[in-house]
């Protein structure tokens, strides 16, 4: 499993932007809706085990929030297109402290 602590995530007209971070490294994330279809890119490269990895993003109190993305390889970001995650965010934005990428 990834796990990328959330730094800050700000929300913008129609998509959330923000930091995490890896280990001791930073990147820039972006969560939108599925304009080009589900997504996730990593700011590195992996070789997932499975067509689809689950993308969750958790905070206090049990509060989570998941979707199955496919992997659509590396970018300078790490980017998430799903609705799911992307209203949810929109409701609970400042209550969420961690992203998870599992199953890789």
């Known amino acids: ?3 990328f602590k959330i730094i800050k995530i ?39 085990k499975k067509e689809k990895i689950i993308v969750r993003i958790t905070g206090e ?4 929030v998941e979707d199955y ?5 590396e ?3 790490l980017e998430i297109d799903s609705d799911e995650i992307t209203y949810f965010l ?9 992203i998870e990428i599992m199953d890789i």
Do not use: C
């Open 69 to 73: 993305l496919p992997y659509h390889g």
């Open 1 to 3: 499993m990834l796990s």
């Open 10 to 48: 700000d929300i913008f007209q129609s998509y959330f932007f923000g930091e995490v971070e890896f280990r001791t490294d930073k990147y820039k994330v972006n969560i939108q809706n599925q304009k080009r279809g589900k997504v996730l890119k990593l700011p590195f490269g992996i070789i997932p």
């Open 75 to 77: 970018s300078e970001w």
């Open 90 to 98: 929109a409701d609970h934005q400042d209550q969420l402290d961690t």
């Open 61 to 64: 109190r049990d509060l989570f």
